[in-house]
């Protein structure tokens, strides 16, 4: 079992630039979310899909951030233009709803230094 | 919305003690709750979890126990090992979604 797998590990990006974060969820399961993890905020849900249609982007932080679903095996987060404040571990994890199962399996994580 | 509280923020125990890391949710509707671990540089993983049908449950040295009339809910890590050191995070279900709690960091020392 291959896991949730997210690309890249790591980016270094200078403000203003436009970043694309990757993610493929575990085969079969039905629901992926996109979290953001700093030392200030703890662990942020931004974005969650459901066969892959948004259901909550109530935590995406603002217009510059944005998310897709094309197909059930792939999602990104995109960032245009970014900031320094954006600065962040970026997690995406997957989940098999609704059967009443909750858990998340979450990816290795992207970790974001914008200058 | 729900709202989940974690205490305490850091926790220091000896090798072989007893650890419990505790947590209160606001959601009256939440039924499920899992407890993440996340090392240093590492993805959080799910190590343990309840639903709200259960008031304990246990695998080897961890266990969550769940008041459901109080609203909260427990870790705890006996006979503590160096390798337990790390950052664990609960959570509560709202909706399809989780919400964490802001961590403890626990600190095994040997």
């Known amino acids: 079992d291959a896991g949730v797998i997210q690309s890249p590990r790591h980016e270094v990006t200078e403000m203003g630039q436009e970043v694309t974060l990757r993610c493929k969820p575990i085969?079969?399961?039905?629901?992926l979310f996109w979290y953001r993890q700093t030392m200030m905020r703890g662990l942020e849900l931004l974005i969650y899909f459901n066969n892959n249609v948004p259901i909550d982007d109530s935590g995406m932080p603002e217009d510059r951030f944005s998310a897709k679903m094309p197909n059930a095996s792939f999602s990104t987060l995109k960032i245009q233009p970014s900031e320094p404040r954006d600065s962040a571990v970026y997690f995406c994890a997957s989940s098999l709803l609704p059967r009443g199962a909750y858990e998340q399996y979450f990816g290795p994580g992207t970790r974001l230094t914008v200058t | 919305g729900e709202n989940v509280e974690q205490h305490p923020s850091t926790l220091s125990v000896q090798e072989g003690d007893s650890a419990v890391i505790k947590c209160t949710y606001s959601d009256s509707a939440s039924n499920y709750f899992p407890w993440y671990k996340q090392e240093l540089g590492k993805r959080p993983q799910l190590i343990i979890d309840i639903r709200s049908n259960v008031g304990e449950k246990k695998d080897q040295r961890i266990a969550v126990t769940l008041n459901k009339t109080a609203k909260h809910f427990s870790l705890h890590i006996t006979e503590t090992q160096p390798e337990d050191s790390a950052v664990y995070f609960c959570a509560a279900s709202s909706g399809n979604k989780l919400v964490f709690g802001a961590g403890t960091i626990l600190r095994v020392k040997s």
């Open positions: 085969s079969g399961h039905n629901s």
